[in-house]
């Protein structure tokens, strides 16, 4: 098992259009969490899911972003009609209990242009 | 989740060693608490955690006060590669966590 693995790692895309983006958390964690971060700042929570059901969600996923864990194994985090202020760099993580530490992936960076 | 507070900067000379705190006043008695380390345009690295007892691994030492309401990170020996930004966080239950600002770590060769 190679860790977390997101893809794309780079992704430009005109205002407007929708993004999608995938996590492959590693395979016997049940835990998966997306984080957005942007320029000099920490990351910040967007939702998590335990197994295919996504128990939080942050105010800042607002209607326009929707994530899925179909199978509770990888999940995709989607943005429709991108803004600028969407331009960060999406981080996935997972973990097989709260208990133990955190495993992220390197993160997909998005900039709408 | 409880809030921490960790300088937004510090310096360190390569091959010594490095205390990087951290206070949570606020931790409860079922809050984790965690180190995460980022590498500019890379995805945090867990570093280590832990509860009451402090904690050992290969990449790190974890001190963590009596009370509780501190903890401090120990870098045995500063390399150039451990530069980056370093983030305590508090983790309970797990359903969310939240990272602050962290520590900028330089490491002067």
């Known amino acids: 098992d190679t860790g977390v693995s997101q893809n794309p790692r780079h992704k430009i895309t005109k205002r407007g259009q929708n993004v999608t983006f995938r996590c492959d958390p590693i395979s016997e964690h049940n835990r998966l969490y997306w984080y957005r971060q942007t320029l000099g700042q920490g990351p910040e929570f967007l939702t998590y899911f335990q197994n295919e059901a996504q128990l939080e969600k942050s105010r800042l996923l607002s209607d326009r972003f929707s994530a899925e864990r179909p199978k509770g194994s990888f999940s995709t985090l989607e943005i429709q009609r991108t803004e600028q202020g969407d331009s960060a760099m999406y981080l996935c993580?997972?973990?097989?209990?709260?208990?133990?530490?955190?495993?992220f992936g390197s993160g997909t960076r998005l900039t709408v242009v | 989740d409880a809030k921490t507070t960790q300088p937004n900067s510090m310096e360190s000379n390569e091959e010594e060693p490095v205390h990087l705190p951290c206070n949570h006043s606020t931790i409860s008695g079922t809050d984790y608490i965690h180190w995460y380390r980022q590498l500019p345009s890379q995805g945090p690295e867990y570093v280590i955690h832990?509860?009451?007892s402090n904690v050992n691994n290969r990449m790190a030492s974890l001190a963590i006060a009596e009370d509780r309401k501190s903890s401090t990170l120990i870098l045995h020996r500063a390399t150039l590669r451990d530069a980056a930004v370093y983030y305590c966080i508090l983790i309970n239950t797990g359903n969310q966590f939240y990272f602050g600002t962290g520590t900028s770590l330089t490491v002067i060769p």
């Open positions: 993580a997972s973990s097989p209990t709260w208990t133990y530490g955190y495993t």
């Open positions: 832990g509860l009451t």
